[in-house]
């Protein structure tokens, strides 16, 4: 009687033959082996630096996006604040233009408490005025609508518009009147 395997049912003679020796080869054919402690360490290695790339790229990826809403977030702001310049304007009108006695009356107050909150919101989102008079003319923030007769326009020597920046970002110029340096004299 043949022996028999338990699983397959085949003679175990026939088992042998179909490729399974008692070595582990088979007819000339060499079987998978077990990999080597050195493979699988730059297996591991590859797998750790795919990984780590994958991470800093991902890592890179964040950056962008934050930094892009970030601009946009500023963009926005800057644009939301530009359209509320000409109200700040026309309330900085409407309290110049009250006769000195209706200063000290409500409807003054009103006006002028309404002025400090725009200006409370303006700095808080770091926007500040270009209005310094006698400060060196400066194209880039400044916008000469008159300049003085017989002047080298060279300095800011009156402000018709106030201008504002927000940072180092121009809102609107100021709206000046330039000529020369005022003289002190001795």
Do not use: C, W
């Amino acid at each position: 009687m043949t022996e028999r395997n338990g699983q397959s049912g085949q003679p175990v003679d026939e088992l042998q033959q179909d490729g399974a020796s008692a070595n582990g080869s088979t007819n000339g054919v060499e079987t998978a082996q077990e990999p080597t402690i050195e493979s699988v360490m730059a297996e591991r290695d590859d797998y750790l630096d795919r990984l780590q790339r994958s991470v800093a790229e991902f890592q890179n990826f964040r950056r962008r996006v934050d930094a892009d809403r970030e601009r946009m977030r500023e963009v926005a702001t800057r644009d939301v604040l530009k359209s509320v310049l000409p109200v700040l304007d026309d309330l900085q009108r409407a309290v110049v233009a009250l006769p000195e006695g209706q200063r000290d009356a409500p409807l003054g107050e009103g006006l002028m408490a309404i002025v400090r909150k725009f200006a409370g919101v303006l700095e808080r989102n770091g926007v500040s005025a270009i209005d310094q008079v006698g400060e060196p003319f400066d194209p880039a923030k400044h916008e000469a609508v008159a300049t003085e007769p017989g002047s080298g326009g060279s300095v800011v020597v009156e402000i018709y518009q106030t201008g504002y920046a927000q940072g180092e970002s121009l809102l609107r110029p100021a709206m000046v009147k330039v000529g020369d340096p005022v003289q002190m004299q001795a």
